[in-house]
């Protein structure tokens, strides 16, 4: 009995920690899932490589942002940590300049992708960066005026989507 209790216990952590991964974690995972889809769809090694470098490297400039004092936003009693419930509201309360920003759809299971169809794949992985940015560092000028990474993620569909369709 003991120890039905106690197991029944740990799978509930581990699957609330699942669902409740924190903003780095989960930016982790997106970005091994891209790397993932890279390995499985792009034939050239040295494409694949300058693109593990990009992704990297933009990885790690969102972690930056997301670090910073004015910019990150993370609320474990929300779902998935974010979006910021008052974008209006800076953190200090006062009101900012308001953009129009369409929002996207919060998909049922954030961390797969399909594998089968590359074109959806890619872009089910670079829509997930994009969501990203929009929970966890919308509170940075740049991004919520301009769109960086989801104006990034787009040309960057068009680009791999020409590269793996050139391919076959």
């Not at 209790?5 to 891209?34: C, H, W, Y």
């Not at 998935?80 to 953009?99: A, Q």
């Not at 829509?127 to 991004?143: M, P, T, V």
């Amino acid at each position: 009995m003991k120890f039905s209790a106690i197991f029944a216990t740990f799978s509930a952590v581990a699957a609330q920690e699942e669902r409740g991964m924190q903003p780095p974690k989960r930016l982790a995972k997106t970005s091994d899932n891209f790397k993932l889809w890279l390995e499985q769809n792009i034939q050239k090694a040295s494409d694949r490589s300058r693109w593990s470098d990009r992704i990297d490297k933009m990885t790690a400039n969102m972690l930056s942002a997301y670090d910073r004092e004015n910019c990150g936003f993370y609320d474990e009693s929300l779902t998935n940590g974010g979006p910021d419930p008052n974008p209006e509201l800076r953190p200090n309360g006062k009101p900012r300049k308001t953009f129009e920003r369409r929002r996207r759809q919060v998909e049922e299971d954030e961390l797969r992708f399909d594998e089968t169809n590359p074109v959806k794949g890619l872009k089910q992985i670079t829509g997930k960066l994009g969501l990203w940015a929009d929970r966890h560092i919308n509170e940075c000028g740049g991004q919520r005026r301009f769109n960086h990474i989801n104006r990034r993620m787009e040309k960057w569909v068009t680009k791999l989507t020409a590269k793996w369709e050139d391919q076959a």
